[in-house]
C-alpha cells in the first residue's frame, strides 16, 4: 500500500532563512508527487507537482522540490521564507494510472519568526 | 476562472441526523474527488468518481455514507445516521486527468460538527 511519511510535525523558521520540508513515500513504482499547501480555514492549493522528467521541479512562490528516487523522497525547499508562508504543508502520491486516490501524509506545521 | 466551491462551509447537526454536502467541481473536470480531513491529520480518500459513475469507492468508512453525481458535474456525499465521529472537514476536488496526469485541485471544504 502507498503511504507517506513527512518526519516534521512542526519547524520554526526565521523569516528570510531558507526551509526544507521533508517526505518520504514507500510505493512499488515511481508514483507521481505533489506538495499541497493549507492556511488556516482555507484549502490546499497546489504549489508543485512531479509527473516524470527533470526531477527538480519549480512551484508557485518560490518553492521547488527534488525527487531522489534512491531515496524515495520529494523534500520541499524554499531559499528565503516570508511571513505569509506560514502554513500547514503536505506532501502526496498517487499512483500512475488505475489508482486515482492521492494518499496523503500527516503535515508539517511551518510557523515564521519576525 | 472559477474553482471548486463546496457548499455549505459549515454544518452544525445532531447525532442522527441525515446530511448532505455538495460539491461544484471545477467547469470541465470529468474527475472529482471526495477526502475527509480530521483535525491534525492528512485528507484521506473517500470515493472518486469518473463522469457519473463512482470508479472507486473503496475510502467510504461504512453504509451510512453515500456520493452521487448523477450529471456528471455537481456531487452530493449524503451521510445518514451521523455520529460524533463524523465530525471533521470534507473536501471535494476535481481534476481534468490530461493524459493520465492526475492534477488535483480543492474546494475550501465543509466543516461538519456532529453534536
Known amino acids: 500500500a502507498q503511504s507517506v511519511t513527512q518526519p516534521d510535525i512542526h519547524i520554526t523558521v526565521s523569516e528570510g532563512a531558507s526551509l526544507e520540508l521533508r517526505c518520504n513515500y514507500s510505493?512499488?513504482?515511481?508514483?507521481?508527487l505533489f506538495w499541497y499547501v493549507q492556511s488556516p480555514g482555507q484549502g490546499l492549493q497546489l504549489l508543485l507537482k512531479?509527473?516524470?522528467?527533470?526531477?527538480l521541479v519549480q512551484g508557485i512562490k518560490g518553492f521547488e522540490a527534488e525527487f531522489k528516487r534512491s531515496q524515495s523522497s520529494f523534500n520541499l525547499r524554499k531559499p528565503s521564507v516570508h511571513w505569509s508562508d506560514a502554513a500547514e504543508y503536505f506532501c502526496?502520491?498517487?499512483?500512475?494510472?488505475?489508482?486515482?486516490?492521492?494518499?496523503f501524509g500527516k503535515g508539517t506545521k511551518l510557523t515564521v519568526n519576525p | 476562472g472559477a474553482g471548486v466551491s463546496q457548499t455549505p462551509s459549515n454544518k452544525v447537526t445532531e447525532k442522527g441526523k441525515y446530511v448532505e454536502l455538495r460539491c461544484d467541481p471545477i467547469?470541465?473536470?470529468?474527475?472529482l474527488y471526495w477526502y475527509r480531513q480530521s483535525l491534525g491529520q492528512g485528507p484521506e480518500f473517500l470515493i472518486y468518481?469518473?463522469?457519473?459513475?463512482?470508479?472507486?469507492d473503496s475510502g467510504l468508512p461504512n453504509d451510512r455514507f453515500f456520493a452521487v453525481r448523477p450529471e456528471g458535474s455537481v456531487s452530493t456525499l449524503k451521510i445518514q445516521r451521523t455520529e460524533r465521529g463524523d465530525s471533521a472537514v470534507y473536501l471535494c476536488?476535481?481534476?481534468?486527468?490530461?493524459?493520465?496526469?492526475?492534477?488535483?485541485?480543492f474546494g475550501p471544504g465543509t466543516r461538519l460538527t456532529v453534536t
Open positions: 467547469s470541465g473536470h470529468t474527475a
Open positions: 510505493y512499488g513504482a515511481t508514483p507521481y
Open positions: 468518481f469518473q463522469g457519473t459513475g463512482a470508479a472507486d
Open positions: 502526496a502520491v498517487c499512483g500512475q494510472g488505475g489508482s486515482e486516490k492521492l494518499v
Open positions: 476536488a476535481s481534476s481534468l486527468r490530461l493524459a493520465g496526469k492526475n492534477e488535483q485541485y
Open positions: 512531479y509527473f516524470s522528467g527533470d526531477t
